[in-house]
C-alpha cells in the first residue's frame, strides 16, 4: 500500500500533508486503495477511503469533473446504503457532492433528519453540488429550508447559503427572503449576518 494512506490516519498537520499528496496522485493504485477502504472493518479506514475519493484528481476545466467518477460514485453510493458510523457517512456525503453525483441526491436527501449534527451539516453543504443545472429539485428546496431550522448553527448556515448564495437555479427569491426574514434574530451570529444580506 502507499505508505501515504498510514500517514494519511493521522489527526495532524502531517496527516492532513499526506491526504492532500494522495489527492494530487489519482492513479490506478491510490482509486483502488480507496475504494478498497471504504469496504473495511475500521471506521477509520472507511473514513479515510471516502476522504481521499472526495477529491482525487483535479477537477477538469469546464466541467469541474474529477477523474475516475465512473467508479468513484457507484462505489460511495453503494456505501452510503449500509454504512452506519455517522462520521464515515459524512464524509461519503461530502464525498458524492464534491463528485457532483446527481444521481445519490435523494440518497442524501434522506440523511437530512438524521440525529448526528455532523451527518446534517453534510448534506446541506452537498445539496449544492447535487443539484441539477436545469434547477432544484422541490425535495432538495424542502430539504434545505428544514435545515435552515436545524439545532445545529453550521447546518443552518450551509443550507441557507446554499438557497441564497450557491447560484443554485430555480430557488424562488420569495422563498429566499421569507426563510432569511425567519433568521434574521437567530442565535448565532453568522447566521444571522447572512440572513440579512438576503432579507
Known amino acids: 500500500m502507499n505508505p501515504l494512506f498510514a500517514a494519511a ?17 489519482p492513479t490506478r493504485e491510490v482509486l483502488d486503495t480507496a475504494i478498497a477502504l471504504l469496504g473495511d472493518a475500521d471506521p477509520a479506514h472507511r473514513r479515510l477511503g471516502a476522504r481521499v475519493l472526495r ?13 475516475f467518477r465512473d467508479e468513484v ?19 461519503i456525503i461530502s464525498a458524492l457532492g464534491y463528485q457532483c453525483a446527481g444521481a445519490a441526491l435523494d440518497e442524501v436527501l434522506a440523511f437530512a433528519a438524521h440525529p448526528d449534527d455532523g451527518v446534517r451539516f453534510g448534506v446541506a453543504a452537498a445539496v449544492p453540488g447535487l443539484v441539477d443545472d436545469d434547477g432544484i429539485t422541490d425535495d432538495a ?4 429550508e428544514r435545515l435552515c431550522a436545524d439545532s445545529d448553527a453550521d447546518t ?28 434574521l434574530d437567530d442565535p448565532d451570529e453568522g447566521v444571522r449576518e447572512l440572513a440579512a444580506r438576503h432579507h
Not at 159 to 183: E, K, M, N, Q, S
Open 9 to 25: 490516519l493521522a489527526d495532524d498537520d502531517a496527516g492532513l500533508s499526506a491526504l492532500v499528496a494522495l489527492h494530487e496522485q
Open 55 to 67: 477529491e482525487l484528481g483535479p477537477p477538469a476545466p469546464g466541467t469541474g469533473l474529477r477523474p
Open 73 to 91: 460514485i457507484p462505489a460511495l453510493r453503494a456505501r452510503l446504503a449500509v454504512e452506519s458510523d455517522a462520521a464515515v457517512l459524512r464524509w
Open 141 to 144: 428546496l424542502d430539504t434545505l
Open 156 to 183: 443552518r448556515w450551509y443550507a441557507f447559503h446554499a438557497l441564497a448564495a450557491d447560484g443554485i437555479a430555480g430557488v424562488p427569491a420569495a422563498r429566499v427572503r421569507a426563510v432569511a426574514g425567519r433568521l
